[in-house]
């Protein structure tokens, strides 16, 4: 874990009830952009053909994962 992750780690380890919720669900967002990032520019730069539709495929699961998320955050407020 980076940095970055063990700071996260320790704020939700500071939070609870729907303080953590909401830490949680914005964490989880970010990182499922970061990951969306990432497969977006493998499907448009990738070599391996077969390797390019796996990351096509996988970008359709973390867009419906952004969704969910969304629908969270506003749940929680």
Do not use: C, W
Request: aromatic share 4%; proline share 1%.
């Amino acid at each position: 874990m980076d940095a970055e992750g063990r700071t996260a780690l320790e704020k939700l380890r500071s939070l609870q009830g729907p303080a953590f919720d909401k830490a949680y669900v914005l964490l989880q967002s970010d990182g499922h952009k970061k990951l969306l990032a990432i497969h977006e520019e493998y499907v448009r730069s990738g070599r391996d053909r077969e390797r390019r539709n796996v990351a096509r495929l996988t970008r359709l699961l973390i867009e419906e994962h952004l969704e969910h998320l969304e629908m969270l955050r506003i749940r929680l407020g």
